[in-house]
DNA sequence: TATGAATGAGCCTTCATTCAT
DNA sequence: AATGAATGAAGGCTCATTCAT
């Protein structure tokens, strides 16, 4: 078998957690609740992960990677740039509106992290990659149309996913006040809005 | 003194609480640890909370309304409003960023919120309250200076605070990736974007 | 009342703990089984001891006290120094011999000890107190008869306690082997060999 | 080899135990710490002991078996008896105070053989064959010499191994307490003053 | 109004043991 | 002969809650 059989634990058992996270949250959820939801005994969780810290820091990675998956596919999925940037922003947002199991864990331990530092490591690596993403794909492309950002290149994908993210926390305790519909529109606005029109550079390259 | 005895001692309950859950976060906030804070014994926390949901329900009220009152704070500083805006946006970011006691327990009972329906209400409120002063300020005031706003007004407000508040997700993470400096440059330099000259509009004010 | 409420529980925690030590050892016994045997909950255990070994730490001061007390009796009971020295040895032997709760918690921590520094504090202070008794009762009275030690007066004590508990152990492990009376006898000569009639010094005090 | 391989298995199981016990003590060593100093899984460990109990059992049996060695070396040693009752002695003395990884598994599980019978038969052995070793060779020779025991011969050796083991004990929680020399002399009196001349008995045997 | 004592459920973790491979 | 996975029963400890005083 390609995959051992403790591989395959390991991933079920992380898989459940999301799920059980995503229902209770971090405060609510015991070992035993991750152990019923998997069909294992407690006993099997430890085996696979020592405390439960290693278990929480291998899930946050997971779910950190799932929803970095997606931003990805935001990223790529279009061929003609200036059509995409509008379905890309949905997607991304999509990702956090839609509450998939993964970004609510991503949600949850963001706030545990503000007190356990080791939750930090896979949520900064995971910002990062959130920005090199836009940094390749949006503003590069802007570029190219002759757009020149009026902040600071690094800045803009963490403007974007900051506000991305604070949305979908407005919307977590009031999801009446926050309309998918509006976020996408404002979000382009905004999008275009950081850049200004370099008129007479034909860019020759 | 207007307080009877019983709301000094309430009140010095819900201050510890802040205190205490902002150096230790919610999960591993016991009663005990915050009883030990006011110098008083569990019992008596009880005698006035009935549960732990009810004190935690009132703390976050407590300090919404504490980081509130920046923010009122913040927008009504100024005479001058084309002038004040950089400040005003400065203030706004401050709150959050000097991560006071009160900003990290909102930020804290925020994640708690997305799994406990009955902290969402004061949160909900608090947002409904940044909105009000946004509008009233800021958006009213562009409006007077002959700007318009290129998305729905009502949504303007709420984009600002999404963005604050996922900046400061960001930096809690990562404090190197997000400095003061440009944050506060990236946020006038998008106030303005997203506003766009009415010309003709003499403003006979 | 005199006896505080909590004083009051503490002692029969502790006097709990003592008989179930004494039935099941240390290795076997859990704080289920002391809450049990006093009739509380495992709480209320914790409530006044914040954790086993702080318990275990006071079961063997007070266990160690308990022996010790019967060892003062021993040495203080007879008027007459020389027929009473049999009887004190007796009454040491007896200690150990009936197994009593106390000598059974005292010798089975004596083993922990043995990988646990803390507990070795109450049983280093046991040693020499049993030292000083004798130090005092054997070699004074006996120096009185015109009786000199042939070994150091100091070492004197520890080697009668050495080999009452030494000889406890072998009982232990084989009951038939160590008879109370030859372990008297045997006990009353020795004492007696290891001093020496010093004939012509009339001790005019 | 004289060995099958699985009877190799179960030397290093014993021996890693016996590593590990003293090091750590009976109540604090679990099959995972032995698995690991031998290098096997534990599932290893229950292959050749069915129990904990069992290898614990056999532990004890080879751990007294060592200890016995030594005595056995130390009264065999010496050719002229009357010079080399003080290097039996101290032999006997050192077994204890060196501390061997043997001899602190005896002094541990003997104390666990207060409550587990299972354990007491090996211990009981082990005194009995110190015991027949004093009589051949301290009894016997003492009276060659002439010399008549004020005690029970039989309970002579009994004293002797009592009086070691006690002072060891003290030794381990009072280190400072019990110096070796000291011992070493009042053993040597001891000894010697269990006995009397018995001068117009020219042993016609 | 406040305390100290106690409860009982639940938590994370350890561990001897079993078993398929 | 040995391993790795898994079990299930405790074990020590925490904690919200209750209650007599």
Redesign the interface.
Known sequence: MRYKKSELSVDQIVGASIRVLA??????TSLMDIAKEVGMSKGAVHYHFPTKEALMSEVLTTACDAVADRTRAAWTEGDRPEASIRSSLQELWSVRAELSDEA?VV??L???????RQL?AP??EY??FAVSQVDEHLTSHLDKLGLKP???PH?LP??L???????L??R???PE??KDE??I??LE??AL??FELVPNTPDPQ
């Open positions: 229902r209770q949250g971090y405060a609510r609510k949600a949850d963001l706030a545990q992290a503000l007190h356990d930090r949520l900064a910002y990062r009026k902040v600071d800045l963490r403007l996913h900051g506000l991305l993210d604070g949305l926390m407005q977590i305790v009031d006040a926050v509006d976020v529109n404002a606005v905004l809005s950081l």
